[in-house]
């Protein structure tokens, strides 16, 4: 009878070891499932299960790709030493997740749709939902190491503090476990219940119940990398000694008297370093024989040291069995450094050294943490006050450090699980809330004024239907729906104008603006021909002098420049000034400008104008052309203005994200789809105005049209369930039939 697991193929694909492995559950296309591999090459290798080469490979990652996780609908997503987890979906990556400082060890993929965890070596987690950062959670003193999900509400981490702890979603810490004596790396829960295992540093394998560490089972090596549940409750270990072994507790499974008494001779004949903490420090002399062993232990794991023919022998106490099994040799002088990991730990923090001080035979033993770089006196003194010992043992507890660290100088830190790069995240928006509410109040006074936006924005008709004034959009109830409102083919603009009013304003500011920033009466008249060019009132072409004038307008003081911004609204329309402020020379200043005015702080007309502007871009070639090369940019800055509760900048910002759609329907960027669905479905949560819902509705219907990805990515958003509510609006009808042909396609 054959207990055990048998090698079914050797899979090669990575030019460098292979740091994680994970499963691809099954689908459609793969019934069997896939198995997906990450390395320290940057790649990840995509197998089938019965082929021995890789089906893909997916690149991108700079540096060693440590963990990975997946999830529903073919998604997965990778963490790696360059900082940065991706989402991928079958071939392709969909979205980079930016924020931390330091390698990423640890990633899963939580059961509600579109939230993902992050564990990092900048010793914090991240939650994000549609690849923003919702939520950061600090509470860890070192690298995390492994994340594990116990419900939609909870999940565990452990980390190199050598402690677990168990936290909610909404960023609380619900509990801390501790047991391990030195870094924990790997963490798995049981099938239907909240008990879990962990493995680390320090030899063990600990299983956790209620809360408590109920069993730790010993292994011969030093480094238990990692650790996973089987269905069946068994435990798979993976450790430093290149062994793969499993634990049981049904007795039909358990392995032969002979393989256990070999796993026992192994464990006996494993040789402890020291220096690792992890039985203490150790002075041989003092160490009590074989009779030692007589006693019965008081606790299972408990560890007990002899001495036995001048060799050091480590036992540990097995309640069940009710004996004491050698766990291994204690071996190395006093002046071993810990190679495996560069410190030990104690009460959660790294030291060089900690020893275990017997003062007497009978009492109990106490630890002395100590690094090379502190005095042994001031050392050998706060360990005596600490502990309420007797000052006259001073010299002998000095005596006893300085023996046991001789010839150690000032090591550097291990740099094994440093991360290479330093370079702080680049700012990711979501992270902090930085949400300005002031009441969409109008900033100006006075009835007859001119205010931006407050006309309704006409589109140029679709199909003879207009979707989005509802101009001769008259349908017979019993008229089948036929799609009329996706995918869109041509930007939407924002077209209103009064050139009157706006210059009116113009004048009356200038009034008022400081010397430097004064407009001429020849410049207010070049402005006045600008607006009559591009407004279509005259048939004259734009010049280079009208444009230089409008460039100083718009460099006004953001307390008086939104009647400029207007006019570059309406004149970017104009194919000239499109090419003028979009082309290769001019655009930095452009966009810079432009991204200035979107800060959420800011004046709420200014980010209104600035995404009227943005979305007019998209009418002529060049504009199209600079609002794809910045898109990242764009989209981060704009997505800020959703913050505010003004529904006229939220109709903007949702009709700069139709406008992206349009374009990304006719070139196949995927990166670009998920950053477009990833706004649909961060601005669905806020937006409550129908006008800007149904123009995010136009937009992902256009987004997902003839793309099977990108319906799959939707999905694994959770995008579908978030538009549900719009199936049943009453008025207007068109965001009722639009949101039934987007579901039709989920």
């Known amino acids: 009878l054959n207990r055990g697991f048998t090698e079914m193929h050797c899979m090669s694909g990575h030019s460098n070891f292979v740091s994680c492995v994970c499963i691809i559950p099954p689908s459609d296309l793969y019934p069997r499932g896939l198995i997906a591999t990450g390395g320290n090459d940057h790649n990840i290798c995509i197998f089938t299960v019965d082929n021995t080469a890789p089906l893909y490979v997916l690149k991108g990652h700079k540096n060693t790709v440590c963990s990975l996780s997946s999830g529903k609908f073919g998604t997965l997503l990778s963490g790696s030493w360059d900082t940065t987890a991706k989402v991928w979906l079958n071939d392709r990556c969909m979205m980079t997740l930016q924020g931390h400082t330091a390698a990423i060890w640890a990633v899963k993929i939580l059961p509600e749709q579109g939230l993902m965890l992050t564990g990092s070596a900048d010793k914090t987690i991240k939650l994000w939902k549609a690849g923003r950062c919702e939520r950061t959670f600090t509470g860890h003193e070192d690298c995390v190491r492994g994340l594990a999900i116990l419900s ?59 809360g408590e560490c109920a069993q730790t089972i010993r292994l011969p090596a030093q480094s238990v990398w990692c650790c996973c549940v089987l269905d069946n409750g068994d435990i798979v270990v993976g450790a430093s000694d290149g062994i793969i072994r499993v634990f049981t507790e049904s007795l039909e499974r358990t392995a032969s008297a002979e393989e256990i008494q ?38 299972d794991g408990q560890t007990r040291l002899i001495k036995d023919d001048g060799k050091v022998e480590a036992y540990q106490w097995s309640v069940s069995e009710g004996r004491w099994i050698k766990i ?104 902090s809330s930085g949400s300005s509410t002031i009441p969409g109040a109008d900033p100006f006074t006075g009835a007859g004024r001119y205010v931006p936006g407050s006309a309704s924005n006409a589109v140029t008709p679709v199909g003879g239907v207009d979707p989005f004034t509802g101009m001769g959009a008259y349908q017979s109830a019993a008229a089948k729906v036929e799609n009329i409102y996706f995918p869109k083919k041509d930007a939407v603009t924002f077209d209103q104008a009064n050139p009157t009013q706006i210059l009116g304003k113009l ?58 911004l207007d006019i570059l609204r309406l004149s970017v329309r104009h194919p000239t000034v499109n090419e003028n402020f979009c082309s290769e020379k001019e655009h930095v200043q452009f966009i810079i400008l432009l991204l200035k005015f979107l800060n959420p702080k800011g004046k709420q007309a200014n980010q209104l104008l600035a995404l009227r502007a943005l979305c007019n871009c998209f009418v002529s070639h060049a504009g199209q052309k600079l609002m794809m090369e910045q898109r990242d940019e764009i989209m981060t800055q704009a997505i800020e203005t959703k913050s505010g509760n003004n529904k006229n900048i939220h109709i903007a910002l949702a009709t700069l994200t139709l406008n992206y759609a349009v374009c990304l329907h006719k070139v196949n960027n995927v990166e670009g789809k998920a950053q477009c669905l990833s706004v649909i479905s961060t601005v669905m949560e806020v937006v409550q105005d129908l006008e800007a819902i149904f123009r995010l509705l136009v937009a992902l219907g256009t987004l997902i049209s003839d793309d099977t990805n990108a319906v799959q990515l939707a999905k694994s958003l959770g995008v579908d369930s978030q538009i549900k509510k719009y199936a049943s609006v009453s008025e207007p009808a068109k965001v009722k039939e639009c949101c039934r042909l987007v579901l039709s396609l989920l």
């Not at 063990?204 to 119940?209: P, Q, T």
């Not at 718009?554 to 009647?563: G, L, S, T």
Request: charged share 25%; aromatic share 10%.
């Open 262 to 299: 070999a796993f026992e001779n192994e464990l006996a004949q494993a040789s402890i370093d020291p220096k690792t903490g992890d039985l203490g420090d150790i002075n041989a002399d003092d160490l009590p024989g074989r009779e030692h062993l007589k006693d019965p232990g008081t606790r």
């Open 328 to 431: 291994g040799d204690v071996v190395g002088s006093s002046g071993a450094t810990q190679l495996t990991s560069g410190k030990v730990l104690f009460e959660g923090k790294e030291y060089d050294y900690v020893f275990t001080i017997d003062v007497n035979e009978n009492g109990p033993s106490y630890k002395l943490p100590y690094n090379i770089t502190d005095d042994p006196w001031l050392t050998a003194y706060n360990f005596l006050q600490k502990n309420d010992l007797n000052p006259m043992f001073l010299d002998q507890v000095a005596k006893f450090i300085m023996d046991n660290t001789k010839g150690q100088t000032l090591l550097s830190t291990s740099n094994q699980f440093s991360d290479p790069f330093t370079g702080a995240g680049r700012y990711v928006p979501g992270s």
């Open 152 to 210: 939609e509400m909870e999940f565990l981490s452990c980390a190199n503090d050598a402690s677990v702890r168990r936290w909610q979603i909404s960023g609380e810490c619900l509990q801390v476990y501790y047991g391990h004596t030195n870094y924990i790396y790997s963490i798995s829960v049981f099938p239907r219940c909240k008990d879990f295992v962990t493995t680390g540093e320090d030899r063990s394998l600990r299983i956790w119940k209620q």
């Open 507 to 564: 004048k009356e500011l200038n009034g008022s603006a400081a010397e430097e920033h004064k407009l001429t009466e020849d410049d207010l008249i070049i402005l006045e021909k600008l607006l009559s060019a591009t407004c279509n009132t005259s048939a004259e072409t734009p010049t280079a002098q009208q444009l230089q004038t409008l460039w100083r307008a718009v460099n006004w003081p953001e307390d008086i420049v939104f009647p400029a």
